[in-house]
């Protein structure tokens, strides 16, 4: 299951705020998709890391995932040399922040689908960040539930509905219910949202309508 807001924030010269609406959720092939957080450039390295698996014919979320963080840490580093960025400057790290703004630098993806080729692990979860990593891209461990910026909370009870086999409508009714409460809170997190499912029968996008919450 994966849900996502739509806010992004833009600074105009003098660094005046104002926000839109950008698709941070992405189809990457027929099983496997791609969520972003933190800097809009996460979308663009996303629809550039798409494009490359297209050429390159890979469909296996295990061959995506070695990939991944060379193809981001590339693209980001560039990124960051076209702003001018130092190297090696840390902002807090996601952890430490909880539920905090994330750094408006920082790049989190999330990579996610179903393996054909691991019955132990049918449902992988891949998360990278450049969190006080200077111009490069890590991955961070993760396990059945991420959320970003961490809401330990919400990650607590999308774990205990797993353990009790909730199924998805209620997962994602969970998540829309989180994201409402989180827009009403500040101007960070927005409608639209977006919401899709993977299972064994293939990525799927889930209308918000049709979400409870």
Do not use: N
Not at 10 to 27: A, D, N, P, Q
């Amino acid at each position: 299951m994966l849900a996502t807001d739509s806010r992004a924030t833009r600074f105009g010269e003098c660094g005046e705020r104002s926000h839109f609406s950008l698709k941070k959720l992405l189809r990457l092939t027929s099983h496997c998709a791609l969520l972003s957080a933190g800097a809009g450039i996460g979308v663009e390295m996303g629809l550039a890391f798409q494009g490359f698996l297209q050429r390159e014919g890979t469909e296996a979320i295990e061959d995506m995932a070695h990939l991944a963080r060379f193809f981001f840490t590339d693209r980001y580093g560039k990124w960051l040399s076209s702003r001018g960025r130092p190297r090696g400057s840390s902002p807090p790290a996601i952890g430490e922040t909880s539920e905090e703004d994330l750094p408006l630098d920082e790049v989190y993806l999330i990579l996610a689908g179903y393996s054909f080729r691991d019955c132990t692990r049918p449902y992988p979860l891949f998360l990278y960040s450049s969190e006080g990593e200077g111009m490069s891209i890590r991955a961070l461990p993760a396990f059945h539930s991420i959320v970003v910026p961490r809401s330990l909370s919400l990650e607590r009870k999308l774990e205990a509905r797993r353990e009790t086999g909730s199924p998805l409508d209620l997962l994602l009714a969970l998540s829309k219910s989180f994201l409402k409460k989180r827009s009403e809170e500040g101007e960070d997190v927005g409608p639209p949202f977006f919401f899709a499912t993977i299972t064994l029968s293939g990525y799927r996008e889930v209308a918000e309508e049709e979400v409870k919450g």
